[in-house]
Nanobody, 122 residues
């Protein structure tokens, strides 16, 4: 089992920035890919950004390209999401995920954090 603990959410004005963190309890083959998803009220959970442990390859949803940056510190088993130029439509619960498949689907990931709320006011 792998536990994921997120932190860093909060309330910010449009145009502002936040940095989310996700610490994994251990490193296994099931944490070779890590990602951030988000879920707004009444909507399905959607992919935001993903990163590979080996090589550090990243990919992003079109809606956040150029504004959000995913990174990881393998020594700390931690992945980060830097959110810049935030918009009210970025308001959602953000979830960290870990798995062995480098993908953009919810089903690609085996472990999930509890979520952290990001609220962007206009």
């Amino acid at each position: 089992q792998v536990q994921l603990v997120e932190s860093g959410g909060g309330l910010v004005q449009a145009g502002g920035s936040l940095r989310l963190s996700c610490a994994a309890s251990r490193r296994t083959a099931s944490t070779s890919a890590m990602a951030w998803f988000r879920q707004a009220p009444g909507k399905e959970r959607e992919f935001v950004a993903g990163i590979r442990r080996i090589g550090g390859n990243t990919f992003y949803a079109d809606s956040v390209k150029g504004r959000f940056t995913i990174s990881r510190d393998n020594a700390k088993n931690t992945v980060y999401l830097q959110l810049n130029s935030l918009k009210p439509e970025d308001t959602a619960v953000y979830y960290c995920a870990a798995g062995g498949i480098y993908g953009a689907r919810v089903g690609d990931y085996d472990y999930w954090g509890q979520g952290t709320q990001v609220t962007v006011s206009s």
